[in-house]
């Protein structure tokens, strides 16, 4: 069984939902530290020629959780809704999708919340059947954490993102007896750098085929 974990990105990427679809348990971690300059708070929408941020407006303190920094502003959500009806409206499937992620894009207690809901709808409109778990406090060693995490839900494979390759200490993954990969990813040209929802909007169910994913040996 393989296990994967990331971060409760903001309508994530493409290669966000491949490592989910991909995985038989996927760890979401809302208690990972917040890493300014990612994409926990903001994505690229539109097309790869022509895209816009999207950001969610926030207050945080330095060294916070994800789950314990703020929306700054809830009544700015209502201009990110705003902008993702106009980017996408006239998109094929915007009808099928577009209504029930807008009912999704809402302020939570923290910027978590609200990613986790997003999450959630998209997980489902996707058609991904992944079982999705929340990870506890990290201990500072991500390591031994992502194998502790691997076992404990009964998984013998862990997949990693590219990044992996400079932090990951596989010898302790090794000797556990838990294979390790790294994800690889083919996305359609014009949405390799923007949000899940472009595709989801043009080919609806028939997502997967813009989108593959390769894991790939160290």
Same mark, same amino acid.
């Given at each position: 069984?393989?296990?994967?974990?990331?971060?409760?990105?903001?309508?994530?990427?493409?290669?966000?939902w491949?490592?989910?679809?991909g995985?038989?348990?996927?760890?979401?971690?809302?208690?990972?530290?917040?890493?300014?300059?990612g994409?926990?708070?903001?994505?690229?929408?539109?097309?790869?020629?022509?895209?816009?941020w999207l950001?969610?407006?926030?207050?945080? +303190?330095?060294?916070?959780? !994800?789950?314990? %920094?703020? #929306?700054?502003d /809830?009544?700015?959500?209502?201009?990110?809704? $705003?902008?993702?009806?106009?980017?996408?409206?006239?998109?094929?499937?915007?009808?099928?999708?577009g209504?029930?992620?807008?009912?999704?894009?809402?302020?939570?207690?923290?910027?978590?919340?609200?990613?986790?809901?997003?999450?959630?709808t998209? +997980?489902?409109?996707l058609? !991904?059947?992944? %079982?999705? #778990?929340?990870? /506890?406090?990290?201990?500072?060693?991500?390591? $031994?954490?992502?194998?502790?995490?691997?076992?404990?839900?009964?998984?013998?494979?862990?997949?990693?993102?590219s990044a992996?390759?400079?932090?990951?200490?596989?010898?302790?993954?090794?000797?556990?007896?838990?294979?390790?990969?790294?994800?690889?990813?083919?996305?359609?040209?014009?949405?390799?750098?923007?949000?899940?929802l472009?595709?989801?909007?043009?080919?609806?169910?028939?997502?997967?085929?813009?989108?593959r994913?390769?894991?790939?040996?160290?």
């Open positions: 069984m393989i296990f994967t974990a990331h971060q409760p990105n903001f309508l994530p990427y493409p290669g966000f491949l490592k989910m679809d995985a038989d348990r996927f760890g979401l971690m809302p208690k990972a530290q917040f890493s300014k300059g994409h926990i708070n903001r994505v690229q929408i539109g097309y790869d020629e022509k895209k816009s950001t969610v407006p926030m207050v945080r +303190k330095f060294g916070q959780k !994800i789950d314990q %920094v703020q #929306v700054s /809830p009544r700015k959500i209502e201009g990110l809704r $705003k902008s993702v009806e106009h980017t996408y409206s006239k998109k094929k499937y915007w009808h099928l999708y209504p029930k992620i807008l009912g999704s894009l809402v302020p939570g207690e923290n910027l978590a919340d609200l990613n986790l809901e997003l999450i959630r998209l +997980k489902e409109v058609g !991904i059947e992944t %079982v999705t #778990v929340e990870m /506890p406090e990290n201990s500072g060693d991500p390591s $031994k954490d992502l194998l502790d995490w691997t076992l404990e839900q009964g998984c013998d494979t862990y997949i990693s993102g992996g390759r400079s932090y990951l200490n596989t010898q302790i993954f090794e000797e556990a007896g838990v294979s390790v990969y790294y994800q690889g990813c083919e996305i359609a040209e014009g949405y390799k750098t923007v949000s899940i472009s595709i989801l909007m043009d080919f609806g169910p028939d997502w997967r085929a813009q989108c994913q390769t894991l790939l040996e160290d």
